[in-house]
């Protein structure tokens, strides 16, 4: 059994930052693939950004490329995503994701596509106000 739990969300200004946590166990996690999504009101879930078992290749969403930034400590069994210059449209809840069928030389189709992860967080929520 997998166990994503997020942390680091709250109310922020816009141009401000947050850095999100989440913390996994019951897997070994320096094989996996780990993701951020986020789903605003009314709106399907998005991806947001992803990063390879080791830590080298990363994709983002265009809205958030230069702004936020996805890293991972395998140590510590641990994702974060360092998200700066809020926006308000950048409110949503915030999930991460592992998924043990993306290889790391796959493309950013398949590191945004939700299909593809196995296990969720609960979510944290980020709410960036004007």
């Known amino acids: 059994q997998v166990q994503l739990v997020e942390s680091g969300g709250g109310l922020v200004q816009a141009g401000g930052s947050l850095r999100l946590s989440c913390a996994a166990s019951?897997?070994?996690?320096?094989?996996?693939?780990m993701g951020w999504f986020r789903q605003a009101p009314g709106k399907e879930r998005e991806f947001v950004a992803g990063i390879s078992q080791d830590g080298a290749t990363t994709h983002y969403t265009d809205s958030v490329k230069g702004r936020f930034t996805i890293s991972r400590n395998n140590a510590k069994k641990a994702v974060y995503l360092q998200m700066n210059s809020l926006r308000p449209e950048d409110t949503a809840v915030y999930y991460c994701?592992?998924?043990?069928?993306?290889?790391?030389?796959?493309?950013?189709?398949?590191?945004?596509?939700?299909?593809?992860?196995?296990?969720w967080g609960q979510g944290t929520q980020v709410t960036v106000a004007s």
């Open positions: 994701a592992t998924s043990g069928r993306i290889l790391s030389w796959y493309s950013r189709t398949s590191y945004s596509d939700a299909r593809q992860y196995d296990y």
């Open positions: 019951g897997r070994t996690f320096n094989r996996d693939v």
